[in-house]
Nanobody, 113 residues
Framework: QVQLVESGGGLVQAGGSLRLSCAAS????????MAWYRQAPGKQRELVAA???????NYADSVKGRFTISGDNTKITVYLEMDSLKPEDTGVYYC???????WGQGTQVTVSS
């Protein structure tokens, strides 16, 4: 059983930055990609960014050039650096190990205009 704990959410003005962290209870992304998803009120959960074994990354078009996903060398923590935030980035952000049932509890990000 793997536990994922997100942190770093909060309230920020448009144009600001936040850094989210996802700490796992064991070594992760040795095999499965890691990803950040978000869910805005009244909308479906959507993929924001993913990082694959070897360091390849993938981003939703809406966040390309503004968000950066990375992992530390211990393979236990995954980060999401969010810059130039927009009100439409508001939502609950979840950490997920792809192709598994493991999700974090989510962290709220609110961007005010």
């Amino acid at each position: 059983q793997v536990q994922l704990v997100e942190s770093g959410g909060g309230l920020v003005q448009a144009g600001g930055s936040l850094r989210l962290s996802c700490a796992a209870s064991t070594i992760i992304f040795n095999t499965n990609p890691m990803a950040w998803y978000r869910q805005a009120p009244g909308k479906q959960r959507e993929l924001v960014a993913a990082i694959f074994r070897g360091g390849t990354t993938n981003y939703a078009d809406s966040v390309k050039g503004r968000f950066t996903i990375s992992g530390d060398n211990t393979k236990i923590t995954v980060y999401l650096e969010m810059d130039s935030l927009k009100p439409e980035d508001t939502g609950v952000y979840y950490c997920h190990i792809e192709n598994t049932s493991y999700w974090g509890q989510g962290t709220q990000v609110t961007v005010s205009s």
